[in-house]
Nanobody
């Protein structure tokens, strides 16, 4: 069974930075998309950023463009989310998702809390 383990969340002041990591294990997909989603209190889970396994094409939610950067290390089966200039509205549980293009099956991590507050 595919496993995704997120880390790097925590409490940070407005304007600060955090880097989230997601390590994927027990998968052999050659073509996939890895993404970060978030769920803020009282809101539905929404896409933050995604990156493809092949060309490394990226996609970002408008609310994080210019502040967040998604990257990957294929050798380590790890995807990162560098978050800069954090705002209180970025407070949420952040989830890592792996989508297999071959099977169109999605796998989710357990989530990591990010709180932006002074």
């Amino acid at each position: 069974q595919v496993q995704l383990v997120e880390s790097g969340g925590g409490l940070v002041q407005p304007g600060g930075s955090l880097r989230l990591s997601c390590v994927a294990s027990r998968f052999t997909f050659s073509s996939y998309v890895m993404s970060w989603y978030r769920r803020a209190p009282g809101k539905e889970r929404g896409l933050v950023a995604s990156i493809t396994s092949g060309g490394g094409n990226t996609n970002y939610a408008d609310s994080v463009k210019g502040r967040f950067t998604i990257s990957r290390d294929n050798a380590k089966n790890t995807v990162y989310l560098q978050m800069n200039s954090l705002k209180p509205e970025d407070t949420a549980v952040y989830y890592c998702k792996l989508l297999s293009i071959q099977t169109m099956t999605a796998y989710w991590g357990q989530g990591t809390q990010v709180t932006v507050s002074s």
